[in-house]
């Protein structure tokens, strides 16, 4: 299989929503872990969605670099090339884009793929997310609103977040408190701004208690119920059964009992990082810790150059990362579920 085309992305869309599950979708930051990702999908026979932030695409072009365009769009271009060889579709996406980065970043893409559309050829990105969430909603949707109409000259689908994640994601830093419950007034404020899908189509991340990165038990109170008074607030006054696709942010830790809530109350797409991050780091120190003589020159040794070798360890750590898409797209129903 390969890249999902713009038709495709829809269908897959789709197929989540009647099918009652959701995507994984994975942050990559490298072509060691856009690979694991890809086995992880093909593993767990699952389509799914490849990110990148904007610190990961600035670490793709490389640490010295910086150029978030290039690193984005170096990855994309990796991924069309590889994923050829996997049995799964997966849609390329880029995420959180604040604010502050739309003009250096999500902007320039969104130009050069309505340049792509107008040569006849695919988008080379399938969405992009605009996190709204550092300024007010009216803000927000307004800016929304602009890039919507860009999404569709584009043939991309606009990722927006409709309230406030808690903790910490690629420099921008949120309180964990009530703000991060979004309220049905601000559902029916969306949709009034965007439609409901006539005027292109969108997935909305509401959130409910999420916070970004990983906290001990207790520490954040998701209210995955909340999605289902929204959805059901909106779809009283449009007349739209499950007016949003929704997506999950802020998922790192959740519980299977949360996760399953969401998705049954019509979460279609779900990021994992942060769990990811530690499943691809994990193998590595393992293996380090167990080949100390062998990774190092102790001493005036040699060292093992097949336990320092990148490849011996980078393969243990992408296992790592795809055993864990592998759990992600069991708990969220993707699992066996590829086109």
Same mark, same amino acid.
């Given at each position: 299989?390969?890249?999902a085309?713009?038709?495709?992305?829809n269908?897959?869309?789709?197929?989540?929503?009647?099918?009652k599950?959701?995507y994984?979708?994975?942050?990559?930051?490298?072509?060691?872990?856009?690979?694991a990702?890809?086995?992880?999908?093909?593993?767990?026979?699952?389509?799914?969605?490849?990110?990148?932030?904007v610190?990961?695409a600035?670490?793709?072009s490389? #640490?010295?670099?910086?150029?978030?365009i290039a690193?984005?769009?170096?990855?994309?271009?990796?991924?069309?090339?590889?994923?050829?060889?996997?049995?799964?579709?997966v849609a390329?996406?880029?995420?959180?884009?604040?604010?502050?980065?739309?003009?250096?970043?999500?902007? #320039? &893409?969104?130009a050069?793929?309505?340049?792509?559309?107008?040569?006849g050829?695919?988008p080379?990105f399938q969405?992009?997310? /605009?996190?709204?969430?550092?300024v #007010?909603i009216?803000?927000n949707?307004q800016?929304? !609103?602009e890039?919507?109409?860009?999404?569709?000259?584009?043939?991309t689908?606009?990722?927006?977040e409709?309230?406030?994640?808690?903790?910490?994601?690629?420099?921008?830093?949120?309180?964990?408190?009530?703000?991060?419950y979004?309220?049905?007034?601000?559902?029916?404020?969306?949709?009034?701004?965007?439609?409901?899908?006539?005027?292109?189509?969108?997935?909305?991340?509401?959130?409910?208690?999420?916070v970004?990165?990983?906290?001990?038990?207790?520490?954040?109170? &998701?209210? #995955?119920?909340?999605?289902?008074?929204? !959805?059901?607030?909106?779809?009283?006054?449009?007349?739209?059964?499950?007016? /949003?696709?929704?997506?999950?942010?802020?998922?790192?830790?959740?519980?299977a009992?949360?996760?399953?809530?969401?998705?049954?109350?019509?979460?279609?797409?779900?990021?994992?990082?942060?769990?990811t991050q530690?499943?691809?780091s994990?193998p590595?120190?393992?293996? /380090? /810790?167990?080949?100390?003589?062998?990774?190092?020159?102790?001493?005036?040794?040699?060292?093992n150059?097949?336990?320092?070798?990148?490849?011996?360890?980078?393969?243990?750590?992408?296992?790592g &990362?795809?055993?864990?898409?592998?759990?992600?797209a069991? !708990?969220?129903?993707s699992?066996?579920?590829?086109?």
């Amino acid at each position: 299989m390969a890249i999902a085309t713009p038709e495709v992305y829809n269908e897959l869309i789709e197929r989540a929503r009647k099918g009652k599950f959701a995507y994984p979708a994975v942050n990559v930051t490298s072509s060691q872990t856009l690979n694991a990702a890809l086995q992880g999908f093909a593993e767990a026979e699952s389509d799914g969605i490849i990110q990148v932030s904007v610190g990961g695409a600035e670490y793709a072009s490389g #640490p010295t670099i910086k150029d978030r365009i290039a690193g984005s769009r170096a990855l994309a271009a990796y991924a069309a090339e590889v994923a050829k060889n996997y049995p799964i579709t997966v849609a390329l996406h880029t995420d959180h884009c604040t604010e502050a980065n739309l003009e250096s970043w999500v902007r #320039p &893409l969104l130009a050069l793929e309505i340049e792509e559309v107008k040569a006849g050829k695919n988008p080379t990105f399938q969405s992009h997310m /605009f996190d709204g969430s550092t300024v #007010p909603i009216e803000r927000n949707l307004q800016i929304a !609103q602009e890039l919507l109409e860009l999404s569709v000259q584009a043939r991309t689908i606009l990722e927006i977040e409709i309230g406030v994640v808690g903790g910490e994601e690629d420099g921008h830093t949120a309180e964990i408190n009530d703000k991060l419950y979004t309220t049905v007034e601000d559902g029916l404020k969306t949709v009034e701004a965007l439609g409901t899908g006539e005027k292109g189509r969108y997935l909305t991340a509401l959130t409910f208690g999420n916070v970004h990165g990983v906290y001990k038990p207790g520490a954040v109170k &998701l209210r #995955p119920e909340l999605l289902r008074e929204i !959805q059901d607030g909106v779809a009283k006054v449009t007349g739209k059964e499950n007016p /949003f696709d929704l997506v999950f942010h802020g998922g790192s830790g959740s519980t299977a009992e949360e996760i399953a809530e969401a998705v049954a109350n019509g979460v279609i797409k779900m990021n994992i990082d942060t769990d990811t991050q530690y499943a691809y780091s994990r193998p590595v120190a393992d293996h /380090f /810790f167990k080949n100390y003589d062998g990774v190092l020159k102790i001493d005036g040794e040699v060292g093992n150059k097949k336990a320092y070798d990148p490849r011996a360890w980078g393969k243990l750590a992408e296992g790592g &990362l795809a055993a864990r898409l592998v759990e992600a797209a069991q !708990q969220l129903g993707s699992a066996g579920n590829k086109l």
